[in-house]
T-cell receptor, first 115, second 117 residues
Framework: KNQVEQSPQSLIILEGKNCTLQ??????????LRWYKQDTGRGPVSLTI?????NTKSNGRYTATLDADTKQSSLHITASQLSDSASYIC??????????????FGRGTQLTVWP | EAQVTQNPRYLITVTGKKLTVTCSQN?????MSWYRQDPGLGLRQIYY???????DKGDVPEGYKVSRKEKRNFPLILESPSPNQTSLYFC????????????????FGPGTRLTVL
């Protein structure tokens, strides 16, 4: 069964600290993995996307890694800011060739950054 | 500005009273989708549309209808809403995935918070 599991479910850190969020998936065949940031009451916004051949991708203070062999991804946030408080959602697309691959959503990690 | 818009943003209604949530995108996207988001469950797909007049069920389609008469619009219809449809609803759109364009980002609307009493 294709699934996406995220951990931890919630996380509280102090402003300026680093943190790492985890995503494990069983989706196969794999096409790509995307991390979204969702602020409270708003729609998700894409942070990074990685394909099978990519190990790491950065977007400012956000760095995503992918290990396609172990089917694990992580999102590392450096020097956290109050505005990083949000839910971070891992989304994996399967590979169905020329047709639209299906998206599998993790349940998200709720990050709270305290001053 | 490229965007996905939803209306209304907030809605309180009563059981059985038909309602429609509109979704519109101005990016010429072929693919559009509706999701509901509930605490602890994450985003779950209700219906999606690959193009005009082409729609299909997602994971939780019961109690919902959709139509795609125009490329830019994808309304979500609740013929007889029930309290278990109280949720946060998101519309999203993207270009259709092809062999040469497999990594299309889905752009999400701002959400519609629906309460069914």
């Amino acid at each position: 069964k294709n699934q996406v599991e995220q951990s931890p479910q919630s996380l509280i850190i102090l402003e300026g600290k680093n943190c790492t969020l985890q995503c494990n998936y069983t989706v196969s065949p794999f096409s790509n993995l995307r991390w979204y940031k969702q602020d409270t009451g708003r729609g998700p916004v894409s942070l990074t996307i990685m394909t099978f051949s990519e190990n790491t991708k950065s977007n400012g203070r956000y760095t995503a890694t992918l290990d396609a062999d172990t089917k694990q991804s992580s999102l590392h946030i450096t020097a956290s800011q109050l505005s990083d408080s949000a839910s971070y959602i891992c989304v994996v697309r399967d590979d169905r060739g020329s047709t639209l691959g299906r998206l599998y959503f993790g349940r998200g990690t709720q990050l709270t950054v305290w001053p | 500005e490229a965007q996905v818009t939803q209306n209304p943003r907030y809605l309180i209604t009563v059981t059985g009273k038909k309602l429609t949530v509109t979704c519109s995108q101005n990016m010429n996207h072929e693919y559009m989708s509706w999701y509901r988001q509930d605490p602890g469950l994450g985003l779950r797909q209700i219906y999606y549309s690959m193009n005009v007049e082409v729609t299909d069920k997602g994971d939780v389609p019961e109690g919902y209808k959709v139509s795609r008469k125009e490329k830019r619009n994808f309304p979500l219809i609740l013929e007889s809403p029930s309290p278990n449809q109280t949720s946060l609803y998101f519309c999203a759109s993207s270009f259709r995935q092809t062999l040469s364009r497999s990594y299309n980002e889905q752009f999400f609307g701002p959400g519609t918070r629906l309460t069914v009493l």
